[in-house]
Nanobody, 118 residues
């Protein structure tokens, strides 16, 4: 089993920045990628960004490209999401997820709230 614990959410004014962290723990840790998703009130959960654990290749949703940066610390089993130029439409609960081999996005964190008032 793998546990994911997110931190770093909060309230920030439009144009501001936040950095989310997600630490993975557990006896067995094997993953193809880690990523971030978000869910705004009344909307479905959507993909935000992911990073390939081995190569470090990064992928972003168009809505966050050039504003958000995903990174990882392999030794710490931690993934980060640096969010800059935040907009009210970025308001959502942000979830960290782990994509183990053979099982798409099997593990999820509890979520952390990001609020950008309009």
């Amino acid at each position: 089993q793998v546990q994911l614990v997110e931190s770093g959410g909060g309230l920030v004014q439009a144009g501001g920045s936040l950095r989310l962290s997600c630490a993975a723990s557990g006896r067995t840790f094997s993953t193809d990628a880690m990523g971030w998703f978000r869910q705004a009130p009344g909307k479905e959960r959507e993909f935000v960004a992911k990073i390939n654990w081995t190569s470090g290749s990064k992928y972003y949703a168009d809505s966050v490209k050039d504003r958000f940066t995903i990174s990882r610390d392999v030794a710490k089993r931690t993934v980060y999401l640096q969010m800059n130029s935040l907009k009210p439409e970025d308001t959502a609960v942000y979830y960290c997820a782990l994509d183990p081999p053979g099982s798409s996005w099997k593990y999820w964190g509890q979520g952390t709230q990001v609020t950008v008032p309009s």
